[in-house]
């Protein structure tokens, strides 16, 4: 069932609103009826950010398409590939980056997974090789299980876990999981309630429940009405919901039924390709829209 969705519209960017969050919480100084601008000018490696994180000692982190920044609230820090250096990134083209329950920051590469070091300030590079070769990996999205395991995205590969503690890959693709539908799997989200949720290129999402023994199975939900769309972000609020950022709006699952619904967003210049979401403080659902800017939705 589709429904048109009000939302109140900011202005701003959803990056620019995380950074002002983030440095408001660590003590930066506030900057208060402006928004600041950060670009090449100001050292930033790249104009397209793909992914922004903060890390256990306030740094920021933006994932860009040519190269990985660090920002101190005054200078960028720039890590690229460099082919003499096995300790560097793996690849320019970072899509995401992601802070683990123990603090360790985790960056996706076209050539692989990158764990950074921080005491040393490098990196250790791991790759996933699903057909047994090292082809396949291109890595989309990062997130991290219930039992500290990461999960993967293989952009056109299936996705993976990833096992810190033994640094061993288990593998997801319809020849070991002939339920899958698709191998196009860009992002991967493990909930509270042992769903796990898979958001395709460009046909919805996919959805597996995992038993006792992390083997997964059909999760026994109806699909049949979300439309075929590409997924940009999957997201669990504080009250269990699930959100799901599309390209074809926004779609929202309410726990306590298990049902979906389909919003459409009254957005002001009509768009309706979610690409973000993230709730802050105060309950509200922060989406960021192609094209439309940032709007909010209050959860209360």
């Not at 329950?101 to 996706?108: F, T």
Request: glycine letters at 8%; aromatic letters at 12%.
């Amino acid at each position: 069932m589709n429904y048109v969705c009000k939302v109140k519209s900011k202005t701003g960017l959803i990056a620019f609103m995380i950074i002002f969050t983030s440095f408001f919480s660590f003590g930066f100084q506030r900057e208060k009826g402006r928004v600041l601008n950060y670009t090449l000018k100001q050292g930033l490696s790249f104009g397209i950010v793909n992914s922004i994180v903060q890390d256990d000692k306030g740094l920021m982190w933006f994932a860009t398409s040519d190269g990985l920044n660090q920002f101190d609230g005054n200078t960028f820090k720039i890590f690229k590939f460099n082919a003499d250096n096995k300790n560097s990134i793996s690849g320019n083209y970072v899509k995401s980056i992601f802070k683990d329950k123990d603090g360790v920051i985790w960056v996706s590469s076209r050539n692989g997974l990158n764990e950074f070091s921080a005491d040393k300030e490098q990196f250790v590079r791991h790759h996933p090789s699903p057909a047994n070769n090292n082809t396949d990996n291109d890595v989309s999205d990062i997130s991290q299980a219930r039992n500290g395991d990461l999960w993967l995205s293989l952009n056109g590969s299936g996705f993976c876990s990833f096992d810190r503690k033994k640094k061993s890959f288990t593998y997801y693709n319809q020849s070991t999981l002939p339920i899958l539908a698709s191998n196009a799997i860009l992002n991967i989200f493990e909930d509270s309630h042992n769903l796990l949720w898979a958001g395709t290129r460009d046909s919805g999402i996919e959805v597996f429940r995992i038993d006792k023994n992390r083997k997964l199975t059909k999760s026994g939900l109806d699909l049949s009405a979300l439309p075929d769309a590409r997924i940009n972000s999957i997201y669990e609020d504080s009250l269990g919901n699930i959100w799901i950022a599309s390209s074809k709006g926004l779609i929202f699952f309410k726990r306590s039924n298990g049902k979906f619904h389909v919003l459409k967003l009254n957005t002001f210049h009509g768009s309706n390709i979610c690409l973000s979401l993230l709730q802050d403080q105060k309950k509200r659902l922060l989406i960021g829209v192609q094209d439309g800017g940032l709007y909010s939705l209050d959860l209360n």
